[in-house]
């Protein structure tokens, strides 16, 4: 049985928050009554210490705060740091996105819980779809509503000529989100994820995928992992079962061209516009270009002191961007 002394060295160590000498004193008492024969007993002291060190741990690393330095040495060539303000709620969204989006972010604020019972929250994600879309735009927003930075890979420095430096480079950057809490974004994700085997495939590049699989394998971080590509035919087969979510992404409906640029234009007069032909001018532009077009038509407006705008002004840009999409 613990003797007195060590009873009371653990009721001293809980007053005074000293979970370390607590656990010490407690793997004490188990290598004590290791030695009287009372094995069963033994193990299942060390049992608790450990299952308390590992609730522990994941709770510390969920409420870790937040770094507000940009990165440095190394880091500042590989990652771009923002903190972005953007919300869920200024996006157009359809039903089946907007539902992923929520059930990662509730996963997010239920990480230690999640984790506590043997589980992992969804933190690893793929984006696909066409350019303009709101990929980007969910990171940030993603980044926004969880409080964390927003850290984007730089391919431009990550990826080099000289054998087995780009598969380094990586390395710095999963150590870092081992260790910093954010979400990290890697654009145009097929530079290293594109196919093996294909006709224009060199042996560095299968190296620096081989060397991704791995280490996102292995990443059991608190932090997101975000991969965005516009091209998701020409990723490597294997990528597909490492991320816990694929969200896809499509052009704007014709209701959600109608929303974008209503929420653009707030606080001018859209007085006898046909919404309708709207849409239909605004047909297979991405959520961009319709976001970009309708703030022409509200320069256009500032510029001219006019504080409507009208049917035509909205048409004009909106075919403009048709024409610069079909050069």
């Given amino acids: 049985m613990a003797s007195a002394k060590q009873i009371k060295a653990l009721l001293k160590s809980h007053m005074a928050g000293d979970d370390e000498h607590f656990y010490a004193v407690a793997m004490q008492l188990a290598a004590h009554e290791a030695k009287l024969g009372h094995g069963k007993l033994a193990q299942e002291l060390r049992t608790l210490v450990d299952e308390a060190k590992a609730k ?12 507000i330095g940009q990165p440095r040495g190394e880091l500042a060539n590989l990652l771009e740091v923002t903190y972005p303000k953007t919300r869920i709620g200024h996006m157009i969204l359809g039903d089946t996105i ?3 989006l929520t059930r990662i972010i509730k996963e997010q604020h239920h990480f230690a819980k999640i984790r506590s019972h043997g589980l992992s929250p969804r933190r690893k994600l793929l984006l696909v779809g066409p350019p303009g879309t709101g990929k980007t735009m969910m990171a940030s927003a993603l980044a926004g509503e969880l409080g964390v930075p927003l850290f984007q890979v730089r391919l431009d420095t990550l990826i080099t000529k000289y054998m087995g430096e780009t598969a380094a480079k990586l390395r710095i950057v999963f150590d870092t989100i081992s260790e910093v809490r954010g979400i990290y974004f890697f654009d145009e994700f097929d530079a290293i994820g594109s196919q093996r085997g294909m006709m224009n495939d060199v042996g560095e590049i299968r190296r620096i995928l081989n060397s991704f699989l791995q280490m996102i394998e292995q990443d059991d971080s608190n932090n997101l992992i975000i991969a965005a590509t516009n091209h998701p035919e020409i990723l490597d087969y294997a990528l597909f079962r490492r991320f816990d979510d694929i969200i ?4 704007p409906t014709p209701e959600q061209i109608i929303a974008l640029v ?14 309708k032909l709207i849409s ?3 047909e297979g532009l991405s959520y961009a270009e319709v976001s970009r077009a309708s703030e022409e038509a509200i320069k256009d407006a500032i510029i001219y002191d006019r504080k409507f705008i009208s049917e035509q002004e909205l048409i004009h840009p909106l075919e403009e961007r048709k024409a610069i999409r079909t050069k």
């Fill in 280 to 282: 239909q001018k605004a």
């Fill in 98 to 100: 907007a539902n992923q």
């Fill in 56 to 67: 522990r741990k994941i709770a510390s690393a969920a409420t870790k705060p937040t770094p």
């Fill in 262 to 275: 209503q929420s653009k234009l707030t606080g001018l007069t859209t007085n006898r516009i046909d919404w």
């Fill in 248 to 251: 896809d992404f499509k052009l």
